[in-house]
């Protein structure tokens, strides 16, 4: 579990069935992680249970983003490690927040954290996303937390029959021993 101030990222577990459930079949995000088709609660429970494999196992990590005010603690999003790539040292990383969340520093302070995890736990020399060039709220997330646009990948995705390009943006570990 990794802990800030105002969430803690934490492995799913078997209570975020149906949260994950929803958020997996909403189709307006689908875009976001390449799903064309929806998933049944039952790829969601064994996702949950697999989720539990070392990174290096899985190659991918997906962490739930819990918020920490009061006793009760309400999953808000969750933060993805994904394409882990041990010999290259490398990851990519998206991050969700439902929307009645957003702009309150979950994002932010996730993102600082998970950043944190991967230099220095995994010891990762650099993590990357991909960005739809208009949404702009991500781009300045991860600019802020110091990733860099270093490409735009033309006519990248098709959302509703319009080809949309994307950003790749990267973060280089600068204290990386490698």
């Known amino acids: 579990m990794l802990k800030g101030k ?3 990222l934490r492995a799913p577990e078997p209570e975020d069935a149906d949260i994950l459930y929803a958020w997996e079949n909403d189709e307006t995000l689908w875009h976001l992680s390449n799903t064309v088709t929806p998933f ?5 429970e064994q996702f949950i249970l697999s989720a539990q494999k070392d990174i290096y196992a899985n190659k991918q990590l997906r962490l739930m983003i819990v918020k920490t005010d009061g006793e009760k603690k309400i999953p808000v999003g969750s ?5 882990f790539d041990p010999i290259n040292s490398r ?4 991050i969700m927040i439902v929307e009645k969340e957003r702009k309150k520093g979950y994002a932010a302070e996730s993102l600082n954290l998970i950043i944190e995890y991967c230099f220095e ?3 990762l020399h650099q993590l990357y996303c991909n960005i739809l060039v208009d949404n702009e709220a991500s781009l300045r997330l991860f600019r802020k937390t110091g990733f860099t646009i270093i ?3 033309k006519e990248w995705i098709r959302i509703k029959n319009k080809w949309v390009d994307e950003y790749l943006l990267q973060l280089v570990n600068t204290h990386s021993s490698y």
């Open 91 to 94: 990851a990519g990383v998206g």
């Open 151 to 153: 490409g735009t990948k």
């Open 121 to 123: 736990n995994l010891q």
């Open 40 to 44: 049944s609660r039952f790829d969601i």
């Open 6 to 8: 105002q969430v803690i």
């Open 79 to 83: 933060i993805d490690l994904f394409d």
